[in-house]
């Protein structure tokens, strides 16, 4: 049970805002994936995190899309954004997009290039050149999206900022703690 709610935060993913069609194609399925199964987050995480199964099928639209990307879907991530992404010692994606690239490739049969970037300036750079088709996660920020070129898809997930405290915990140990 939390003691103290310091935060929270949705992630998206980026597109190039030149790529007007990704972005509508990415929010459509994101909306029909939590339109047919309002439960799907939480499907997902029960599938990862206990091992349960979930039913997962690709719409028609999204067949198309794929036939038309030879089933390749090009993902870029920062190399440093755990838990959500980070490279091996050996260069391969982990955190929880890996959990995600896993999922696309042994439930879709859907190819993920998936590309890793040391940087955001980087990473929206392959987004503006074309280099991925779509990467994340990213935070909500509408301002920080229009300084970098970019438009946020729907939430692809979310997350409740956890704080562990070594120590006597009082009413006065919230005062001295600070996250950004």
């Known amino acids: 049970v939390p003691v103290e ?11 190039n805002k030149k790529r007007q069609d990704i972005l509508n194609e990415l929010n459509y399925a994101l909306r029909e ?36 990307h030879q089933n390749t879907v090009r993902l870029g991530y920062l190399t440093s954004n755990l838990p959500y992404c980070d490279e091996t010692e050996n260069g391969l ?13 042994e439930d879709f049969n859907i190819h993920v290039d998936a590309r890793g970037f040391s940087d955001v300036d980087a990473l929206v750079g392959a987004a503006k050149d ?9 935070y909500s920020d509408a301002w920080l999206a229009e300084q970098y070129g970019f438009i946020n898809s729907n939430a692809i997930t979310s997350t409740t900022f956890i704080l562990l405290y070594k120590g006597d915990y009082t009413a006065e140990t919230t005062k001295r703690i600070a996250c950004a």
Do not use: C
């Not at 709610?5 to 597109?15: A, D, M, Q, T, W």
């Not at 599938?47 to 099928?57: C, D, E, G, P, V």
């Open 93 to 105: 994606l982990k955190g929880q997009l890996a959990a995600l690239v896993n999922s696309f490739e």
């Open 130 to 138: 074309g280099d991925v088709d779509l990467f994340g996660p990213l």
């Open 5 to 15: 709610s310091v935060g929270h935060g949705e992630f998206y993913f980026g597109v």
């Open 33 to 68: 994936i939590q339109t047919t199964d309002p439960y799907y987050n939480e499907v997902t995480y029960a599938k990862y995190i206990t091992s349960s199964l979930s039913n997962a099928y690709l719409s028609n639209r999204e067949r198309k899309w794929l036939e038309e």
